[in-house]
């Protein structure tokens, strides 16, 4: 048999298997395309407009329909390209110029271009803007209040300039509010963009029936690939073994924040793979220091004292959660201390110090508690185990919950004296940790609580550029903030994740948001 031959009949089997292939619609180097996910959320999205965010199910939706300038790697915080192509900071650390990527459309049919980036950075900081009124954008100006102006140099290249150097920034434009909508879109719904999402990511929205279900569809032209499946459902089902019987009917093929009593359960079951989100993620009860008795730090303390943290870690989180020391979670490394004035479990002191601070035989106060929400585990589990706690040293809490929203609401408008918090720190900076929450010297985002030389070692921080000594006004800060009790550090939670062994595919992100291109159903 000649050499020729032997090539042909090699083609021949190559082209063969290459049909096989493709009757089952799936080639070599790619998944099997086609099918519908249906994931479990614990709470109804907020809105779908990435600049008004606050919370974690909102952020699981809107990683499939918008992009970033710059992302971050699969699985870690690496940052790569993203609609930006490449960039380059200045040597003042001023000027950011980004180079775009060219021929990307929104999923209404209009280009992505450098004037859309400009449209997107004006309406969130610019209150003259004439989309102002679409917001209210509660985080933009933290994370992008060092801008000073967005400039547009050509079609595909746009420069962000910033009145001081911001060490965070790139890192910041990774977040949420950094997701690039569709300028005629917004200027189409006005204030119910959020109802009508238009990005450029690898789905495209068809559906929100409110209370029910968001669909999303795959987007064929998507500039990074087209993903895999045809279609994502995304189902709020706040109560948590609602959410698990689904799961096992299998009405869900996946669900976020497996209840810890079940978790057992989803390891032992091979219908099942069990996944742990890696971090950075922080739970605690803020204090409304506006409120008495909490702003007296004897009382701040004494709940410090009396709340056993280890056996919530233990008994209800069941290992998925470590006790929390301060804000800054274990998975930033470079940044984390342990070597912090502790709080360990002790009701005799707490005692002593409510006597202290004039409250010998304890005193009442309402306990809020999200019925589900902000990436908390078991929030009412766990309200009831400090609530047990506090009644021990004489602390008589009420618990009171409401949905999410209205939680928000509340929180907002500084209505509650203690209440249930939790925090992803979604661009992988401790800055995300702390400076949001305290870095304004008079007031307070949370709790009403103004501590300036903690504000004052945060905002030196956010200007330096070496990791080093940014490390170590970080460490300095969490002893400020636990030396003034500022909040009531409980866990840091490695949320679980369960989904059906049919699901194929999916990696999980520290940030929590949830990148579903490269999932498959088998």
Not at 105 to 130: C, S
Not at 144 to 171: A, C, F, H, M, R
Not at 217 to 234: C, H, M, S, T
Not at 426 to 432: A, F, I, K, T, V
Request: aromatic fraction near 12%; glycine fraction near 8%; proline fraction near 7%.
């Amino acid at each position: 048999m000649t050499k020729q031959r032997v090539l042909r009949m090699v083609w021949a089997l190559a082209a063969a298997a290459l049909l096989v292939l493709a009757s089952c619609n799936e080639l070599p180097g790619q998944g099997k395309k086609g099918g519908t996910f249906v994931l479990g959320l614990v709470a109804e999205p907020t809105s779908l407009d990435p600049a008004q965010l606050t919370d974690i199910n909102s952020m699981r939706i809107l990683s499939s329909v918008y992009d970033t300038l710059v992302r971050f790697d699969e699985g870690g915080f690496e940052l790569k390209p993203a609609l930006a192509t490449k960039w380059t900071v200045s040597s003042d650390g001023l000027t950011y110029t980004f180079e775009l990527r060219k021929n990307v459309k929104f999923h209404d049919g209009t280009p992505f271009n450098a004037a859309a980036v400009k449209f997107n950075f004006d309406r969130m900081l610019d209150p003259k803007h004439e989309f102002a009124s679409t917001g209210p954008f509660p985080f933009a100006g933290f994370y992008y209040g060092s801008v000073k102006e967005t400039k547009v140099t050509d079609d595909s290249t746009v420069q962000i300039i910033l009145k001081t150097p911001y060490s965070p920034l790139l890192n910041s434009l990774t977040l949420n509010q950094g997701r690039i909508v569709s300028p005629d879109a917004v200027k189409k719904y006005g204030k119910d963009y959020g109802q009508h999402a238009v990005g450029t990511g690898p789905f495209k929205l068809v559906e929100w029936q409110h209370g029910v279900r968001v669909v999303v569809e795959r987007n064929n032209d998507y500039w990074d690939g087209a993903p895999l499946l045809d279609k994502i459902v995304f189902r709020p089902i706040p109560d948590e073994q609602t959410r698990f019987t689904e799961l096992k009917s299998g009405n869900a093929d996946a669900i976020v924040d497996v209840p810890p009593d079940n978790v057992a359960q989803v390891k032992s079951d091979n219908r099942y793979q069990y996944i742990e989100q890696p971090g950075p993620h922080i739970w605690w009860a803020t204090f409304n220091l506006d409120k008495k008795p909490f702003s007296d730090l004897k009382v701040r303390q004494a709940v410090m004292y009396a709340t056993n943290r280890d056996a919530i870690s233990r008994d209800i989180l069941k290992g998925t959660g470590t006790t929390a020391n301060g804000p800054i979670p274990p998975s930033i490394k470079w940044a984390y201390t342990d070597d912090v004035t502790k709080y360990p479990y002790d009701p005799n002191k707490a005692k002593q110090l409510l006597a202290d601070a004039g409250y010998p035989n304890g005193f009442s106060a309402v306990f809020w508690v999200p019925e589900s929400g902000s990436g908390m585990q078991s929030p009412k589990s766990m309200a009831t185990a400090i609530q047990g706690d506090l009644a021990k040293v004489g602390v008589k809490t009420q618990l009171q919950t409401t949905e999410w929203a209205v939680y928000l609401d509340k929180r907002k408008n500084g209505q509650m004296p203690l209440y249930m918090l939790g925090w992803t720190g979604d661009n992988g900076d401790p800055d995300n940790f702390l400076c949001y929450f305290f870095c304004q010297p008079g007031a307070a985002r949370e709790g009403f609580y103004a501590n300036k030389p903690l504000a004052d070692v945060l905002l030196r921080a956010q200007k330096l550029t070496q990791q080093s000594e940014r490390a170590k006004l970080y460490r300095q800060a969490e002893q400020l903030l636990r030396d003034d009790v500022g909040r009531l550090f409980v866990a840091n939670n490695q949320p679980p994740l369960a989904f059906a062994k049919r699901v194929k595919g999916y990696v999980p992100h520290p940030t929590g948001s949830e990148y579903f291109n490269t999932v498959e159903m088998q």
